[in-house]
């Protein structure tokens, strides 16, 4: 396995146990302080919320790897 299939690996063993370590979802931002009309409509559907938890856990994944 070359050093990119290690990084993908590591990323994706990361991203596994941050979401099996993270006991209740959290926005990537304030959703209370929501002011944009993106934010707005991350808060005010559900799997587009649940969509930015996922990619907020996946990125704070992948930049501990960097």
Same mark, same amino acid.
């Given at each position: 396995? &070359? %050093?990119? &299939?290690?990084?993908? #690996?590591?990323?994706?063993? /990361?991203?596994?146990?941050? #979401?099996?370590? $993270?006991?209740?979802?959290?926005? *990537?931002? %304030?959703?209370? +302080?929501?002011? *944009? @009309? $993106? !934010? @707005? /409509?991350?808060?005010? %559907?559900?799997? /587009? &919320?649940? @969509? %930015? !938890?996922?990619? *907020? +856990? /996946?990125?704070?994944?992948?930049?501990?790897?960097?």
């Amino acid at each position: 396995m &070359g %050093d990119h &299939g290690r990084k993908a #690996f590591t990323a994706a063993a /990361l991203a596994a146990v941050a #979401f099996a370590a $993270t006991p209740a979802p959290a926005a *990537s931002f %304030d959703r209370a +302080k929501a002011t *944009s @009309r $993106t !934010e @707005r /409509l991350i808060c005010s %559907d559900a799997a /587009l &919320g649940a @969509r %930015d !938890e996922i990619l *907020s +856990k /996946l990125y704070v994944a992948v930049s501990v790897v960097r």
